[in-house]
């Protein structure tokens, strides 16, 4: 190859290369304060050391990421891209510093300058661009694409404001605040002025008269569509990959036209709605609302992603036919669903093809993950909003249907009940669209998140499509979670014994997860089970100094600690964890001190959001909160039983309570928490798991073993009917279940305050109980006594413990994305440097 430009060895003497030398570390630190900061050693603050040190780690990532994108290009293999309305990021540096194996370095130089990296890290802000446990899988799947040296991006959008602050009032209710991220500066973007496309919404769409499908769009508004690139390292690799956040900007930045005439609002009103686009993220997990910006949002999304690349294949000189051969393009849930009608518009309305050769790129590029069952959670848009916003997309979308249909028909000849149910477009006042349905169609396959979810999908509501398609266009891939922000990272002395004890480099086994099934034979080790508990013990001190020095409460580390932290939502139950509870505080009432003083002291914590218009979880977070207030100021109990409510649940938060739990709940109703990815967090990090039958927790204890996992509660086939038994012959709670009854009058009575106040959530389980509380609550104390039992003879419960963790393999997410490469995406590692 020819270089480009110039006197070659002038460029190669002045390119670096990734710089471990400490001496050069604190001299690009230093640097920055001085030039990029613009700042003094005089006056610099833990904020600006660390603005500098991330500046600092950047230009080392900077050289990967330069080198990895040349590599791709040159190589020009199939590439993966990940569409997610969501990436749930966390913090950055840490996780930047043990990637590029830097992190001691930067340790030394850091102190040298008269700052602690650890005082430095905890100043950076979360990016928390998602809600739970669908924006953090997206996180933890690039991070292993770069690890497995696979040539995956993400695309997604950036929002001015994550998901909100939680705040909770004195009364113990929530309040959101908004989550201003970027307004420190964040030195982990490079903002990409030179990569933009203009996107079009409203206007008027005509079909050609003799066009096979074809049409031209115009009029309407045009948004400008910027890239924000942000690096993703892999571990112990080169291969730096790349996640593209787009941002909206008016096409002009004014109208000059309404300015000249003295109509300074309408010049910038027409800046301002295009702004707003990607100006918040909607704090929904599982609810869709239909609103008119969220789907503007992932119209602008996906056309800015798809022109993208487009361009990036049309650089490599093939033709459009080779396309599925050069990109596969990952659906995370529906919300990215607009891709498949827009790569048609490019195809048909721009490319000029015809509309079966367009529909057979289209259908061999896309791959669909479907990440629930509930029905709340299924994406539908008003047919006339998306006639008003997108008129090209849904002329597309009856072409894609009629012709659809007319295969279902001719299958199964008649059935016209079949035909309604397979319909892109639901019958009603407003008709509406089904994304899930589109989805599926466009998709060459489609895959659930755990084997019991994609049964279930498979069964419940893509039932006909599977019966249409075959079996063979659906799958599972079992979600998995990134062994080094969840392990490596947010537990270092777990880690640092494990490599020690194993004699295998932890960039060895933080890539082969299942080597840390040589820990079970140390699980009857004396000596190592006390290292074990002895870290555990410092993670819980770790935790409860956080708890002090963030909340003021001093908690009890000589308890046994017991997390649930999750989105608040009645299919997670929260309200089983604090029934059960009040329970347990109702029974050490009962007890006289001799009895007590044999009883094992608990701490029981919670944390997670609700949705600010979910009524009924923000009064679950209510109740919490003043159980909380009464039961901690009980002398005869406090020792026993104390329960925190967390504030503002996050990333970070989560890497600080995650290795502390003795044990963690994941007690979804039967057949509604479609994996749960927390659950493997807790168990890698030593946590044992009381849970239903239900999601990934068959999984773990498949693998770890029964004996060390809790289940309790109803089976999923046993849902249907119980639910059915609720609304044809309801029994009241007093029979069913007379200790829940004895807590729920007890609730009601205003032993935790006002009692009417919490009537609408003690009613959801008096009524209906469609979560069945009711039917899992006896079976769930006795789980949890069984879990007091077994915490008594400590020595077994750290054998568990580690045979927990040494059978966690399967559950990390390089697992997974690897399934994806091979089963889904045909795609091939490209590591950097080694060719
Ligand atoms: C969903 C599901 C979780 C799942 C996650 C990632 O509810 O059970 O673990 O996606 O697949 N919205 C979610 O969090």
């Not at 040539?151 to 959101?176: A, C, H, M, T």
């Amino acid at each position: 190859e020819k270089w480009p430009r110039g006197d070659e060895t002038v460029w190669k003497t002045n390119m670096r290369g990734v710089d471990a030398d400490v001496g050069n570390i604190t001299k690009s630190v230093v640097n920055h304060v001085q030039t990029s900061l613009a700042r003094q050693a005089y006056n610099l603050d833990n904020l600006g050391a660390y603005q500098a040190a991330a500046l600092s780690v950047r230009d080392n990532m900077l050289v990967n990421w330069n080198e990895t994108q040349l590599h791709y290009t040159r190589k020009a293999p199939k590439r993966a891209y990940y569409l997610s309305l969501e990436f749930l990021m966390g913090r950055t540096l840490d996780n930047a510093l043990l990637n590029l194996d830097l992190k001691s370095q930067y340790k030394d130089g850091i102190n040298q300058l008269g700052f602690s990296l650890e005082d430095l890290l905890e100043e950076e802000r979360d990016a928390a661009l998602g809600n739970g446990g669908l924006g953090r899988l997206a996180a933890c799947y690039l991070d292993s694409s770069a690890s497995q040296d696979l040539p995956v991006w993400g695309y997604g959008l950036r929002y001015k404001y994550g998901i909100f602050q939680q705040l909770i009032s004195p009364e113990g209710n929530q309040l959101e605040a908004p989550d201003p991220w970027l307004d420190n500066q964040n030195p982990w973007e490079l903002p990409r002025i030179d990569v933009n496309y203009e996107v079009r919404f409203y206007g008027q769409s005509e079909r050609l008269p003799e066009g096979h499908g074809r049409a031209i769009w115009t009029g309407g508004q045009e948004v400008l569509a910027v890239a924000y690139d942000v690096m993703i390292p892999g571990c112990h690799t080169r291969n730096t990959n790349n996640l593209r956040l787009w941002e909206s900007k008016p096409k002009r930045g004014f109208d000059l036209n309404s300015f000249n005439a003295g109509n300074y609002e309408g010049a910038v009103e027409s800046s301002n709605s295009a702004a707003a686009i990607t100006s918040v993220l909607y704090p929904n997990d599982h609810t869709t609302f239909g609103k008119e910006l969220r789907l503007k949002q992932q119209y602008f999304w996906t056309a800015a992603s798809l022109a993208d690349i487009i361009r990036r294949f049309k650089n490599l000189g093939k033709s459009i036919n080779e396309f599925p051969d050069y990109v596969a393009i990952q659906l995370n849930d529906t919300h990215p669903t607009l891709a498949i009608p827009e790569l048609m518009r490019i195809l048909l309305d721009e490319e000029d093809l015809d509309w079966n050769f367009a529909w057979q790129i289209v259908t061999n590029v896309f791959f669909f993950t479907n990440h629930t069952v509930l029905p709340e959670a299924l994406e539908k848009w008003p047919v006339p909003l998306m006639e008003h916003i997108l008129p090209r997309h849904m002329q597309i979308i009856y072409d894609i249907n009629m012709i659809f249909l007319q295969a279902v028909e001719k299958k199964f000849p008649g059935d016209r009940e079949r035909l309604a149910r397979m319909s892109l477009i639901e019958e009603g006042f407003p008709k509406q669209v089904r994304m899930a349905n589109l989805a599926c169609i466009g998709s060459r396959r489609i895959n659930g998140v755990a084997e019991l979810h994609s049964q279930l999908v498979q069964t419940t509501i893509l039932k006909d499509f599977v019966e249409f398609f075959g079996v063979s266009k659906f799958g599972n891939v079992t979600n998995g979670i990134t062994p080094r922000r969840w392990l490596d990272q947010c537990n270092p002395e777990l880690s640092k014994l494990i490599s020690s004890t194993l004699k295998i480099d932890k960039s060895v086994w933080l890539k082969d997860l299942y080597k840390l099934k040589g820990l079970v034979k140390f699980a009857e080790d004396k000596g190592f089970r006390a290292e074990w508990a002895a870290i555990k013990q410092r993670n819980k001190e770790r935790l409860a100094h956080h708890i002090e020095t963030t909340l003021g409460f001093t908690v009890n580390t000589n308890a046994m600690f017991d997390v649930q932290i999750k989105r608040l939502h009645e299919y997670k139950r929260q309200t089983l964890n604090i029934l059960g509870v009040v329970h347990r505080y109702l029974e050490l009432k009962a007890m006289t001190p001799a009895q007590r003083k044999k009883i094992n002291p608990k701490v029981v914590f919670f944390a997670g959001k609700a949705a600010p218009a979910y009524y009924i979880a923000k009064l679950t977070i209510r109740l919490i909160v003043n159980v909380a207030r009464v039961i901690n100021a009980d002398p005869e109990t406090k020792d026993y039983l104390s329960l925190y409510f967390l504030p503002d649940y996050s990333v970070s938060l989560a890497e600080v309570l995650i290795p502390a739990s003795d044990i963690s709940q994941h007690i979804s109703t039967a057949g509604t928490e479609a994996s749960g990815t927390s659950n493997m967090k807790f168990c890698l990090n030593g946590g044992l798991l009381v849970g239903t039958v239900d999601g990934a927790n068959i999984e773990i204890a498949e693998e770890v073993g029964e004996e060390n996992v809790f289940f309790f509660g109803h089976l999923t086939p046993a849902v249907e009917d119980l639910r059915y038994q609720h609304v044809y012959h309801p029994v009241p709670v007093d029979e069913a279940c007379p200790a829940l009854a004895n807590v729920l009058n007890q609730i009601s009575g205003g032993l935790f305050g006002d009692g009417g106040v919490y009537e609408p959530l003690v009613n959801t389980i008096r009524q209906g109980d469609y979560y069945l509380v009711t039917d899992d609550f006896d079976s769930y104390i006795r789980a949890l006594a069984m879990v007091d039992d077994a915490y008594m003879d400590r020595d077994e419960w750290v054998k568990k413990s580690i045979n927990t963790t040494a059978n966690m393999g399967k559950f990390s997410s390089d697992r997974a994305i690897m399934d994806y490469a091979q089963e889904y995406w045909n795609l091939e590692p490209i590591p950097v440097g080694k060719d």
